[in-house]
Every structure is written in structure tokens, then in C-alpha cells.
């Protein structure tokens, strides 16, 4: 079991750059591919960005590529993402989630545990 806890959110200008954090428990979170999605009010929760266990392979849905930056620092638990040159679509719940066959999908399906999410709002 990971319990994951996100954090960093909040009222943004558009073009900051705001880094969330992911806080997770547990021995195996080293083991496990983690995720970033986003819920934007009356749309489907979309993929952002995803990286495997090691830090070594990441990946990013196209509307983010260049602006975001998703990093882990396993010593910590912690997974990052570091956004910068927001814009008002960039507004939305943001939720870390972990994966535990290191799949690094974008399908939400595989992800097996979710934090409870992070507002991000971006003003014009």
C-alpha cells in the first residue's frame, strides 16, 4: 500500500512557475513508475506527465512538453513537477498517482494508488 499526499498548488499568474510535490509512504515507493494527471472543472481527468522507478525514462503529453518537468527523488519519496510558463488552460486539479508495473501509461487504469489532488488555478 502508498499513500501519496500533493502538495504546492494554489492562485498562480499566468507565466509562473510553481512546483507541486508528491509525498509518498511506504518501502516500496522506489519500486513503483509515478504519474501526474489533471482534472480541469466539467472535463475528464487527462495525463501530464509520467516517470519510471529509477528516474531515468520520463514522458509528457504534448500541451505540456517544454514547460513541464516531472523529477523523483527516491531518498525522499517524493516525486516532483515543476511547472513553468503556466497559462489559464493549465488550470485544474493536479493528482500524482503511482504504478506498480512500472508501465508508465498515460490510461489511468494502470495506475494503482492516487493522492487526494492539488489545485492549480492560473489567472489571465
Known amino acids: 500500500q502508498v499513500q501519496l499526499d500533493e502538495s504546492g498548488g494554489g492562485l498562480v499568474q499566468a507565466g509562473g512557475s510553481p512546483r507541486l510535490s508528491c509525498a509518498g509512504s511506504?518501502?516500496?515507493?522506489?519500486?513503483?513508475?509515478m504519474g501526474w494527471f489533471r482534472q480541469a472543472p466539467g472535463r475528464e481527468r487527462e495525463f501530464v506527465a509520467a516517470?519510471?522507478?529509477?528516474?531515468?525514462?520520463?514522458k509528457y503529453v504534448d500541451s505540456v512538453k517544454g514547460r513541464f518537468t516531472i523529477s523523483r527523488d527516491n531518498a525522499k519519496n517524493t516525486v516532483y513537477l515543476q511547472m513553468n510558463s503556466l497559462k489559464p488552460e493549465d488550470t485544474a486539479v493536479y493528482y500524482c498517482?503511482?504504478?506498480?508495473?512500472?508501465?508508465?501509461?498515460?490510461?489511468?487504469?494502470?495506475?494503482?494508488?492516487w493522492g487526494q489532488g492539488t489545485q492549480v488555478t492560473v489567472s489571465s
Open positions: 511506504g518501502r516500496t515507493f522506489s519500486t513503483y513508475a
Open positions: 516517470i519510471n522507478w529509477s528516474g531515468s525514462s520520463t
Open positions: 498517482a503511482a504504478d506498480r508495473t512500472n508501465a508508465m501509461a498515460s490510461q489511468r487504469n494502470y495506475y494503482n494508488f
